[in-house]
């Protein structure tokens, strides 16, 4: 069974660009996250999806949007890029409520 | 409000020793969840283990064991015998339950990077 699958692995932006980012979650997974990691905030939560629905948002600015489709894949979108949003961007799903989550491999994103 | 802290930003062991992993979290829901993930240099964080505030019995899992302790608000980690592969970072996350269940909303520590040397 394939793991969640993030694509692009790495990817660099300049200011000002917007940027999109796709993850696909394991076959059968309704259930998907999306964090950010820097070496200076750590981890944090950026949403979670369900069945196509936003279920939890973390606090972030507007620019931070996703979108989960029919098939379960999401895609995190972030506009007007800044120098502080260089960070890993990890994806993660799971099966159900209180199945434990899989983590994708992440999205390395620099803004330059 | 919720926070997690794991207080060893670094640890080196020689291989063979066994070394604990701290982890001290706060919450003021009765009910939340516990984790463990390991995040080797390739970026993917990998699942070691979940517990619920219900359950205090601790846990051994091969070379792997987690210590729960409710009254001081700990779950840490300790690994037997480790062994170069072990290196990694390893984060202590919280959760608090929605729906029904564990969210996907967890709150992580800072991670303590573990190195083990031959």
């Known amino acids: 069974k394939a793991g969640v699958t993030q694509t692009p692995r790495y990817l660099i932006k300049t200011r000002g660009q917007q940027v999109t980012l796709s993850c696909s979650p394991i076959s059968g997974h309704r259930s998907v996250s999306w964090y950010q990691q820097t070496p200076g905030q750590g981890l944090q939560f950026l949403f979670e999806?369900?069945?196509?629905?936003?279920?939890n948002k973390g606090n972030f600015p507007g620019r931070f949007s996703g979108r989960q489709f029919s098939n379960s894949r999401s895609e995190m979108n972030v506009s007007t890029l800044e120098l502080g949003d260089s960070a890993l961007y990890l994806c993660?799903?799971?099966?159900?409520?209180?199945?434990?989550?899989?983590f994708g491999s992440g999205t390395q994103l620099s803004v330059l | 409000a919720q926070k997690v802290t794991q207080a060893q930003t670094e640890i080196s062991v020689v291989e063979k020793e066994d070394v604990t992993l701290d982890c001290v979290y706060e919450t003021r829901d009765t009910t939340y969840y516990l984790f463990w993930y390991k995040q080797p240099p390739s970026g993917e964080l990998v699942f070691l283990i979940r517990r619920n505030s219900f359950d205090e019995q601790n846990e051994i899992s091969g070379r792997y064991s987690w210590n729960f302790q409710k009254s001081t608000s700990s779950f840490n980690f300790t690994i037997t015998a480790s062994q170069v592969v072990d290196s990694a970072v390893y984060f202590c996350?919280?959760?608090?339950?929605?729906?029904?269940?564990?969210?996907?909303?967890?709150?992580f520590g800072t991670g303590t990077l573990l190195a083990v040397q031959p």
């Open positions: 996350a919280l959760s608090e339950p929605n729906y029904g269940g564990a969210t996907n909303k967890l709150i």
């Open positions: 999806y369900f069945s196509e629905t936003q279920r």
């Open positions: 993660a799903s799971r099966a159900s409520t209180n199945e434990k989550l899989f």
